[in-house]
């Protein structure tokens, strides 16, 4: 219950800034040593394939290749060095089965998912599912990898 409750609060803060964030690239030398260094620990070594730098300065967000599956991931990094996120694509049918349930009951239909995110937080050991619908109000669901529903918000 407790990782729930740190999810749910991250995820409104997150949200909150998030609609604030403006993003800019930025190049891999500006990046500061600090969080060149906790990519490297949270990676194994992963080479970067774009920088950017969101919330003001306060975050850096880096896209990447994991070595092992080569599936693009995006890691977010406080300017102080701390990992607070990583997150990559998954196909639905790969989600767990409560999952997939839980959807079933708030949409029912497969084919208006946009994108689907597994999304690892710094300070939880649990996960987070976001499914993103192809609708025009940015309609997106939020579970925990045992199906139980989040949050839902529309941008």
């Not at 239909?109 to 690892?120: C, F, N, Q, T």
């Amino acid at each position: 219950m407790k990782n729930y409750w740190i999810i749910t609060s991250y995820l409104i803060c997150f949200f909150f800034t998030d609609a604030l964030a403006q993003r800019r690239k930025i190049k891999p030398e500006d990046v500061p040593s600090r969080v060149n260094e906790t990519f490297a620990m949270q990676t194994n070594g992963a080479e970067a394939t774009a920088w950017e730098l969101e919330d003001g300065g306060k975050q850096y967000e880096v896209s990447y290749l994991d070595p092992t599956t080569q599936v693009p991931h995006e890691m977010v990094i406080s300017a102080e060095g701390e990992w607070i996120e990583t997150s990559y694509e998954v196909a639905f049918d790969a989600l767990p089965q409560a999952v997939k349930d839980a959807f079933y009951v708030q949409v029912g239909d497969v084919s208006k998912i946009a994108e689907v995110e597994w999304v690892l937080f710094a300070g939880s050991e649990a996960a987070v599912v976001e499914i993103e619908l192809k609708d025009k109000k940015g309609s997106e669901y939020y579970f925990t990898a045992e199906g139980n529903q989040l949050m839902f918000e529309q941008k």
